[in-house]
C-alpha cells in the first residue's frame, strides 16, 4: 500500500485557482496554508482578502476570510484583531492593493505595531485590471500605461516597501522572498511561519513581501517571467530578512 507523503493542506479548500497560467499566487496560497496548519492555528485564522488579483482569496482558505474595501486590508485586520485578540489575523495582499491606493494603511498599522501578520505579493504590476502601472513598477518596465516604459521624471522610481516599513518602530518583522525556484520556496515558508509567530508572540507587526511574476500582463511565457523576475526584480528589490524583534539586519 503506497504511503502519502504530500496533500493538500487542510487550510487551503479543494477549488480550482482562477489565476492564470504561471501566476505565483497559488504557491503563495500553499505556503501561507501550510504554516496555518503547521501552527495548529487553524480554527482561530481570520484572513483578510483584498481588491486585485487575489480578490477572491476567501474562496480558496479554509478559514474565516473577509473581504476589504481596496487597500484598506490592514484597517480591517487591526479592527478584528483588537475585538478578537486571541485570532490569528493575516492579510494578503498585492503591490496594487497595498502599496498605491493601501498605501497609508499599511504605513500606519506598521507604525502603530498592530498584532497583525500580512503576506504581500509584488509583482511589479496592476494584474486584474489589465496590466497597468503600479508603485513598484520597475523603471523602463513596459506596461499598458507606461507604453514607453517607467520614466522617474514623471513617476518617481518604485517604491520599495519592506525597505520603507523597517524604519517604524511598530515594524518587528519585515522579510522578502521569492518563490522562483525550490530553494526560494523554502525560504519563503520559513519567512511566513516566522512572520505568524511574531504576531502569536504578541511582538508586533509582521510583514513578509513575496516577488511574483505576472506572464500574462508582462507579455511573456510561464519560464520567461520567472527569468525576468531573477533578472531584473531581484536587483532592485534584494531577497533577505530586513528587520527582526532583535533590530535591524545589517
Known sequence: MAEKIFARPQALRDVPFHYCPGCHHGIIHRLVAEIIDELGVHDRAIGVAPVGC???????????????????????????KRVHPHAVVFTYQGDGDLAAIGCAEIVHAAARGEQITTIFVNNAIYGMTGGQMAPTTLVE??????????????????????????????????????????????????AIKKAFEIQLNGEGFALVEVLSTCPTNWGMTPLEAVDWLEKNMMAYYPLGVFKTPEGVAK
Open 141 to 190: 518596465q513596459v506596461t499598458n500605461t507606461s507604453p514607453y516604459g517607467r520614466k522617474v521624471e514623471t513617476a518617481g522610481m518604485p517604491i520599495r516597501v519592506s525597505e520603507m516599513l523597517v524604519t517604524l518602530d511598530g515594524a518587528k518583522y519585515i522579510a522578502r522572498v521569492a518563490v522562483n525556484n525550490p530553494a526560494n520556496m523554502a525560504k519563503a515558508r520559513a
Open 54 to 80: 487575489s480578490v477572491l482569496a476567501y474562496e480558496y482558505f479554509n478559514c474565516d476570510m473577509l473581504e476589504a474595501a481596496h487597500g484598506r486590508a490592514p484597517a480591517v485586520a487591526t479592527g478584528v
